[in-house]
């Protein structure tokens, strides 16, 4: 078994985790989507309709990601360490770590993108697809850096959360105008643009693309840290 499928298979020890994995942003799609339009009324946001169960979409699947990229990064302590010396390499050992993050935040953005699907059509839905792709991986990398620096299972959760909530209610549709805080203010732009019919122009694209890169060099650079540094 290749180290990858190994630290796929640490955050997935119970079959109920895998459950989880896609019933979290199946349930999150629809059940909330009325209550986001309800709360971004109250803080003067536009947020309604077809864009609020897209952006439901996007975040189930950032908020899965990054409570996995928290414990991925977590359980990377002292293990990395010691595949490094054993001749693994600081590199090899965060690419596959990072490998495995990936894979499982494919799967939470899937869930989310299907639950988007079958609760209505969307005009644009590989443009949609992409969005929730690149709200779980900015997020991945938002618990893989929390878990970085916090090693408390409670304090980083809550940190993740912390980052999350602060996220959503300061993101685009939700407030009048989106904080320069808001870190998927860029995925959101794009996912309401598709979810509401309208292609979104290129430098949208391009900034989004920019904002993923980001997010996933930090997180190598994170786990190849770890692997370095601790033991």
Same mark, same amino acid.
């Given at each position: 078994?290749?180290?990858?499928?190994?630290?796929? @298979?640490?955050?997935?020890r119970?079959p #109920?985790?895998?459950? =989880? =994995?896609?019933?979290?942003?199946?349930?999150?799609?629809?059940?909330?989507? +009325?209550?986001?339009s309800?709360?971004?009324?109250?803080?003067?946001?536009?947020l309604?309709?077809?864009?609020?169960?897209?952006?439901?979409?996007?975040?189930?699947?950032?908020?899965?990601?990054?409570? =996995?990229? %928290?414990f991925q990064?977590?359980?990377? @302590? +002292?293990? &990395?360490r @010691? =595949?490094?010396?054993? *001749?693994?390499?600081? $590199?090899?050992?965060?690419?596959?770590? /990072?490998?495995?993050?990936?894979?499982?935040?494919?799967?939470?953005? $899937?869930?989310? #993108?299907?639950?988007?699907?079958?609760?209505?059509g969307?005009v644009?839905?590989?443009?949609? $697809?992409a969005?929730v792709l690149?709200?779980?991986?900015?997020?991945?990398?938002?618990?893989?850096?929390? +878990?970085?620096?916090?090693? +408390?299972? !409670?304090? *980083?959760?809550?940190?993740?959360? #912390?980052? %999350?909530?602060?996220?959503?209610?300061?993101g685009? *549709?939700?407030?009048?105008?989106a904080? #320069?805080?808001?870190?998927?203010?860029?995925?959101? &732009?794009?996912? /309401?643009?598709?979810?509401?019919?309208?292609?979104?122009?290129?430098? &949208?694209?391009?900034? !989004?693309?920019a904002?993923?890169?980001?997010?996933?060099s930090?997180s190598?650079?994170?786990?190849?840290?770890?692997?370095?540094?601790? $033991?």
């Open positions: 078994m290749t180290r990858t499928a190994t630290f796929a @298979r640490e955050q997935l119970t #109920f985790t895998l459950v =989880l =994995l896609v019933a979290v942003p199946a349930f999150f799609v629809a059940a909330t989507a +009325g209550v986001l309800d709360f971004a009324r109250a803080l003067g946001g536009g309604a309709g077809d864009a609020a169960a897209a952006l439901a979409a996007g975040w189930s699947a950032a908020f899965v990601s990054g409570t =996995l990229g %928290f990064a977590t359980s990377s @302590r +002292g293990a &990395d @010691r =595949l490094a010396l054993a *001749g693994a390499g600081a $590199g090899r050992v965060a690419a596959a770590r /990072i490998t495995a993050s990936l894979a499982l935040a494919v799967v939470a953005a $899937g869930a989310g #993108f299907v639950a988007l699907l079958i609760r209505q969307v644009h839905p590989w443009h949609a $697809g969005a690149a709200f779980a991986l900015i997020y991945l990398a938002v618990g893989i850096l929390i +878990g970085a620096v916090i090693s +408390g299972p !409670l304090e *980083g959760s809550l940190a993740v959360a #912390f980052v %999350f909530l602060l996220d959503v209610f300061s685009p *549709g939700m407030a009048p105008h904080a #320069f805080y808001s870190v998927s203010r860029k995925a959101a &732009d794009v996912l /309401i643009s598709a979810a509401t019919g309208q292609s979104s122009p290129a430098s &949208d694209w391009f900034a !989004l693309g904002v993923v890169a980001v997010a996933l930090s190598f650079a994170a786990f190849a840290y770890s692997a370095r540094s601790r $033991g």
